[in-house]
């Protein structure tokens, strides 16, 4: 595990330049791609559905075979999912986050839908926040769309992400909180380790300047490669709760569980997203696993990676209970 991070860590490195931008021919050569399976493999079947093929907007459904028995009559809970990397780099078929999405199915008995959203720097801020809503309108629109299981029940539906996924989930559910949906019902938010950022750096990103995964040299790169020319880490996109903000304690925002790792740079602003949303009157949950580093979860050899799953999956999926 610590020669992956260190590999990892030295990869992005040469892949993500100082100025922004993207190696993207290395990006593609090193980012191994997993098929979609509709044979199933290991209990899970995949299917890849397109929904603007002008602008490779797909996503990856993910459902587990045989179909198991939801505990109450329900059916079973559906996940969105937008992955990691820095909104730059992985995409739904990366093999971490088939493993990971493979994983959550079988673990939670539930359904997961994983977006393919466009990538910067050649696609900025709001591209990726616009495919997430599209995603939903499209499921909206089909919602008996291929390979979704009969008892998939999309009105026990999650949007949830991880880092820059995470802050991608909470905009689209911002944007979803102004959209009238009758096939699917937006019952949480799932930030794991969610990206946002600040103008003035917390004590956590002046501490943690090695953090294995995410130091403050990507930082600044994911940050000069998502938010337009010009703006500075302040924009509403990356701090959510700063001067710029977008006021939502007038909105029916979803109840949202934050997961936060003690060895990640960015776990203050993570702790000031929970803040922020119980101060606008939000039903927020706050678990932090204080030996995890940024990205643990993708590890299941890592002990705060199990528990993260056992805690969503006992607390927080079934309507009506909460963590």
Not at 120 to 138: N, R
Not at 141 to 169: K, V, W
Not at 206 to 218: C, G, N, S, T, Y
């Amino acid at each position: 595990m610590k020669l992956t991070v260190f590999v990892t860590n030295l990869v992005m490195k040469f892949c993500c330049r100082s100025d922004g931008t993207v190696n993207r021919r290395l990006v593609n050569f090193l980012d191994f791609k997993v098929p979609p399976s509709v044979k199933p493999l290991n209990g899970v079947k995949t299917y890849d559905i397109i929904v603007d093929a002008s602008r490779n907007l797909w996503f990856r459904l993910f459902a587990p075979v045989p179909v198991p028995a939801p505990t109450d009559a329900s059916g079973l809970p559906v996940i969105i999912f937008f992955h990691g990397g820095g909104f730059a780099l992985m995409s739904a078929d990366s093999l971490p986050y088939d493993t990971l999405c493979r994983r959550l199915v079988k673990e939670l008995s539930a359904v997961v839908i994983s977006v393919n959203y466009r990538l910067s720097p050649e696609f900025k801020y709001p591209c990726q926040y616009e495919d997430g809503f599209e995603v939903l309108t499209f499921i909206e629109c089909n919602p008996s769309f291929e390979g979704i299981p009969r008892n998939a029940n999309l009105m026990n539906c999650f949007i949830g992400g991880d880092s820059a996924g995470g802050n991608i989930a909470h905009h689209v559910a911002v944007k979803a909180c102004d959209k009238e949906f009758t096939n699917l019902k937006i019952n949480g938010v799932i930030a794991i380790q969610p990206g946002f950022f600040g103008q003035e750096k917390t004590e956590s990103e002046i501490m943690l300047v090695r953090a294995p995964f995410l130091d403050a040299r990507l930082l600044d790169c994911f940050v000069k490669a998502f938010l337009p020319e010009g703006s500075d880490r302040d924009h509403p996109a990356a701090n959510v709760f700063g001067p710029n903000s977008v006021d939502i304690s007038g909105r029916k925002f979803p109840e949202t569980i934050v997961i936060v790792g003690g060895i990640d740079p960015l776990k203050d602003r993570q702790k000031r997203y929970y803040e922020g949303l119980k101060k606008c009157g939000k039903e927020a949950y706050l678990i932090e696993y204080p030996n995890a580093f940024h990205s643990f979860y993708t590890f299941p050899e890592v002990l705060e990676s199990s528990l993260m799953i056992n805690e969503e999956g006992s607390g927080y999926l079934a309507p009506g209970v909460n963590i």
